[in-house]
């Protein structure tokens, strides 16, 4: 599992159907409580090096098991030529991003399509997707359910003894492609960097995203201001949240964007893009900016020395994101699931 959103996604969703229905469970690296688990190569697991996509692509089409009944994978993985599955996409950015995902925009426009017109159902985790899949392979909307992620409130929450710096930092989190736009954050510095540090996690330490920012910060003489920590635990990663002065978020596209959910939930503001999927979820809560707008990079920053605004965002981003549990999100898996296909009421736990 990688450690990013998908990653996070995909586990949950597997917990939730192994605490309500009997089943089996086909993966590399998840540490599953099913009777049936059918553990597949380490070398196809997403996030593993080494040409993983193509050789999860061969698993796919030649290595993996037979099965009777309806498989229901929590990323966009399916098997070509089956008509009892289930498959979710996440979002669309690898046909927004050809150059950057190679390998999953041919399989998005080419082999993708194939799998939606004979699965039962395609999964998705906000409505903005879910109209994107829609018009973009013409698949019918009755067809497409939501299956939200959620943020786990109980460690996601305020420190009860917020540090004050010295030097205030903004936050960033998940730099690893060029859709997160960290880059622009770098172009506008002249509106934070007299006040701020920036600290990025989710940054690898190699890669051709990771060199273009570094010649930004060079470009910019951000050396001194911006710090780079790569991939943090939980505990050093909610630490930073809980400490920041905001969170900037100037994604390009998503398909939920976990981050501003859970900053939010740990009472911090958030200055986020004005995408469709940050407005679905986040409300008003968010200082929003416009890609490609400077002026709505100065009023961001303007904005978070209004304490009161602040205080007002900070209150309203906590009521903002009660209703997205993993709890929750695990009952409308297993609803949907149950609605699409009723047979599985007789495999339904009653734990």
Not at 99 to 107: D, E, H, K, L, T
Not at 281 to 298: A, E, K, M
Request: aromatic fraction near 12%; proline fraction near 6%.
């Amino acid at each position: 599992l990688s450690p990013g959103g998908g990653g996070i996604y995909s586990k949950k969703c597997t917990e939730a159907i192994e605490r309500k229905i009997n089943c089996s469970v086909v993966s590399s690296c998840y540490d599953t409580n099913s009777r049936h688990h059918v553990k597949c190569p380490d070398s196809i697991a997403i996030g593993a090096s080494g040409g993983a996509s193509l050789k999860r692509f061969f698993y796919l089409w030649k290595g993996f098991p037979k099965f009777e009944g309806v498989i229901y994978t929590p990323t966009h993985h399916g098997l070509l030529g089956r008509d009892n599955q289930i498959v979710t996409i996440l979002d669309l950015i690898p046909l927004r991003f050809p150059s950057q995902y190679r390998f999953a925009y041919y399989y998005f426009k080419y082999l993708l399509p194939s799998i939606m017109k004979k699965s039962l159902a395609v999964f998705t985790i906000s409505n903005s997707v879910k109209y994107e899949i829609a018009e973009y392979y013409k698949y019918p909307l009755e067809k497409i359910y939501v299956v939200p992620c959620g943020v786990d409130q109980e460690k996601f929450c305020p420190s009860a003894t917020r540090r004050i710096l010295n030097k205030p930092y903004l936050l960033v989190i998940g730099a690893a492609s060029y859709h997160k736009n960290t880059h622009e954050i770098f172009i506008n510095s002249d509106k934070w960097k007299a006040k701020y540090r920036l600290k990025i996690i989710g940054s690898p330490l190699n890669g051709k995203y990771r060199e273009y920012l570094q010649k930004v910060v060079e470009k910019y003489g951000l050396q001194e201001a911006v710090e780079f920590l790569g991939y943090l635990s939980d505990i050093e990663m909610i630490g930073l949240m809980q400490d920041c002065e905001a969170l900037v978020y100037p994604s390009l596209c998503e398909g939920f964007g976990m981050p501003p959910l859970e900053v939010m939930a740990c009472g911090r503001p958030v200055i986020v893009s004005d995408i469709p999927v940050h407005k679905e979820l986040c409300g008003d809560v968010p200082i929003y900016i416009t890609p490609g707008n400077q002026q709505s990079w100065g009023n961001a920053f303007s904005r978070l020395e209004d304490h009161l605004f602040i205080a007002d965002r900070i209150a309203k981003g906590l009521n903002q994101i009660k209703p997205y549990t993993w709890q929750k999100s695990g009952e409308i898996l297993i609803d949907t699931l149950l609605h699409l296909i009723p047979d599985l009421a007789e495999g339904v736990k009653n734990s």
